[in-house]
């Protein structure tokens, strides 16, 4: 086995006196060996991917190490382009606080965070008590309560302005927020406790239907009816109606059609009225 390459060896082994084993080469040692071509394409996969916690001051670390299995790649073999890509974006604003709020958590301590909403002129303080960052599409949100009412919502990590501890506020679980359940029915990240779950049927044509089936909008989508004679295929997930659900719904297009419920109709109806009507303004060329 040691002679053979199935150990990645391939030893110099020769039989002597016609009973003791040793090495042709006295110079030959099985620490001493390079790395095989399939040890190194999986290691080089496995340092990709482990390049994605960087972000993580938790992970220091493990980025130091990252760094010199890096350089023995480099030495080892010459450079060579990742194999697997992650959706990224280092321009994205607030990353700065990941490694904060991340330490926080674990620490179990209360912060107060200067937010600034998009529609207000100057940041707002909110005391909360912080749960989970969670990424929907590249960007970060925080889950966390406000101790003033207890209420559970997300602060969006690109609008925040600064971010302290709170020593004055003794830290409280949120014995409701479960993450393994509270995402369950959710399409991104807006929800609160009090938002309705609803079954939502959707039409999807010929062009759009396979993709929809291959990557589903929702864990609960599943086929209702199949039309053999345009392509078409009526979807239906359980899912509540936010933000996320109606600008996935639009991404399709024409594509797609919500059928039920009626207000969820209503709704998409109102927007894309709204966006046709800006393309039927005088003022466009």
Request: proline share 6%; aromatic share 12%.
């Amino acid at each position: 086995m040691m002679r053979s390459d199935k150990l990645g060896y391939n030893a110099p082994i020769e039989v002597y006196d016609h009973k003791y084993y040793r090495y042709a080469d006295p110079d030959f040692s099985i620490t001493e060996l390079p790395m095989s071509q399939n040890d190194y394409d999986k290691l080089a996969e496995a340092v990709d991917m482990l390049r994605q916690y960087a972000d993580f001051d938790a992970f220091t670390e493990l980025s130091d190490v990252i760094g010199r299995l890096q350089d023995t790649l480099a030495i080892a073999k010459s450079e060579r382009a990742p194999i697997v890509d992650f959706e990224r974006n280092s321009n994205l604003m607030g990353l700065k606080f990941l490694n904060p709020l991340y330490n926080y958590i674990a620490n179990r301590q209360t912060i107060t965070v200067s937010y600034q909403p998009f529609n207000n002129p100057k940041p707002k303080d909110w005391t909360v008590w912080p749960y989970l960052p969670k990424e929907y599409r590249n960007r970060w949100f925080l889950f966390c309560t406000r101790t003033t009412d207890h209420r559970l919502f997300n602060l969006a990590l690109d609008r925040m302005k600064a971010v302290t501890p709170n020593r004055d506020i003794a830290f409280e679980d949120d014995k409701h927020f479960d993450p393994s359940t509270f995402f369950k029915d959710v399409i991104g990240v807006t929800k609160t406790r009090s938002t309705p779950l609803v079954t939502v049927r959707f039409v999807a044509n010929r062009e759009q239907a396979p993709y929809i089936e291959t990557k589903p909008v929702h864990s609960s989508q599943m086929v209702l009816e199949r039309n053999e004679e345009d392509g078409s295929v009526l979807f239906q997930c359980r899912v509540v109606l936010n933000f996320e659900f109606y600008a996935l719904m639009l991404s399709y297009g024409s594509g797609v059609k919500i059928v039920s419920p009626k207000c969820a109709v209503k709704t998409i109806r109102k927007m894309l009225n709204e966006a046709a009507e800006q393309y039927n303004s005088q003022n466009n060329l």
